[in-house]
């Protein structure tokens, strides 16, 4: 480890003497750590999302995905740019101000959660000391938002919908908390 902060330090010296070069270059450093993790990620499920519908469409003797792309790889990314381009429908009766805020009460957490994750040794977005309980405290926004999509459609089969998978994603939620906890403890004992 000490010899990689060396190089660091030899690379930013050849680069310049000013202080602006090096924090530039750690900012750089942030953005293609970043940049690479998140490039692996979405590629690996776009693969996996690849292969889960051709291995179905084999058990039911059917082609599956095969336009979108050289085999149909790109069908995921397909699906999800007709997505982003639907027409956005809100409910004439409904609250269009709860209807509206939910979807971004369920997505804001999520971004949220990267600023406590470290992408590669010391680098990370924002480092609290409270990074776990953070992630939980910010992940447990998201029932609110699915709650309030659902009852601002002035539905009572959206209401429901809403009331279900923000019960599921409560049930998912608290094992999830206890497990990261359980761990974040063990680690504080050995640490003391």
């Not at 149909?72 to 609250?95: W, Y």
Request: a neutral charge; aromatic letters at 10%; hydrophobic letters at 50%.
């Amino acid at each position: 480890m000490i010899l990689n902060k060396n190089l660091e330090k030899q690379i930013i010296q050849n680069f310049s003497t000013s202080m602006f070069y090096e924090e530039l270059f750690h900012f750089i450093q942030i953005l293609v750590s970043i940049a690479t993790l998140m490039l692996g990620v979405t590629i690996g499920v776009l693969v996996i999302v690849w292969l889960e519908r051709k291995i179905s469409a084999a058990m039911q003797q059917r082609i599956g995905p095969e336009y979108a792309g050289p085999l149909g790889i790109i069908q995921s990314l397909a699906d999800g740019v007709k997505l982003f381009l639907k027409e956005n429908i809100t409910p004439s009766q409904g609250d269009s101000s709860l209807f509206n805020i939910g979807p971004v009460l369920v997505i804001i957490p999520v971004f949220l959660s990267y600023l406590v994750i470290p992408f590669e040794y010391n680098i990370i977005l924002a480092n609290l000391s409270i990074g776990v309980f953070f992630w939980i405290a910010v992940s447990s926004v998201v029932p609110l938002g699915l709650l309030m999509s659902g009852y601002g459609s002035n539905n009572k089969y959206s209401f429901l919908g809403g009331s279900r998978a923000a019960a599921q994603s409560i049930s998912y939620e608290i094992p999830l908390a206890l497990s990261v906890l359980s761990v974040a403890l063990r680690v504080i004992r050995i640490n003391t």
